[in-house]
């Protein structure tokens, strides 16, 4: 597996190695000793979730204030600009942003740590996320910061304004939100 740093140092791109050719190709898409090894810490993953998102659907910026919770983002069908934001108040970094790419065709995974906001831009017709997750969901204490604040000045590639839902439209900004 390949680390590929990004511009927040505890966030993380994972490419795996992959075994391709005419048939098709195969990767392992986890494996927890590798994970330990790449990021350097040691997570237990306890829920497992698939999003499905049409072109111009823009799900985030969320998180949870307790019961915090760090995912592994990957894409298996379609493509994604994937984005992590610092929520934590006390760290250096708050407030400052990272994003990749992540695609079924470069199988790059994201690893988001705890108090971090995710959020995602379907950039294909259609794009099929997992993400496996550190705590459980629990929606007393998600949160979520408006995708367009001008205090994070996020470069989302969309020409048009995205889709979005009710919640995500009425995030908060990050000067108003509550932190981790």
């Not at 072109?55 to 915090?68: D, N």
């Not at 942003?97 to 992540?102: G, H, I, N, S």
């Not at 790059?108 to 906001?117: K, L, S, T, Y």
């Not at 996320?129 to 969309?158: M, N, S």
Request: with cysteine.
């Amino acid at each position: 597996m390949k680390v590929l740093p990004q511009s927040l140092p505890e966030v993380l791109v994972l490419e795996p190695s992959v075994q391709a050719d005419d048939r098709g190709f195969f990767f392992e898409s986890f494996n927890q000793a590798a994970f330990e090894a790449a990021t350097g810490s040691r997570r237990s993953f306890v829920q497992d979730n698939h999003s499905r998102s049409a072109r111009g659907v823009l799900r985030g910026l969320h998180y949870q204030v307790r019961q915090t919770q760090g995912k592994l983002v990957r894409v298996c069908a379609g493509e994604i600009f994937d984005v992590a934001v610092d929520m934590r108040r006390s760290s250096p970094t708050f407030g400052r942003w990272t994003a990749a790419v992540l695609s079924a065709d470069n199988r790059r995974q994201m690893w988001i740590p705890e108090g971090f906001a995710h959020g995602f831009l379907a950039l294909s017709e259609s794009a099929d996320v997992l993400y496996k997750t550190t705590d459980y969901y629990a929606p007393q204490y998600e949160r979520c910061v408006r995708w367009d604040d001008p205090d994070l000045g996020i470069a989302w590639p969309c020409a048009q304004p995205p889709t979005l839902s009710a919640k995500d439209l009425n995030g908060a900004r990050l000067r108003d939100a509550e932190s981790c």
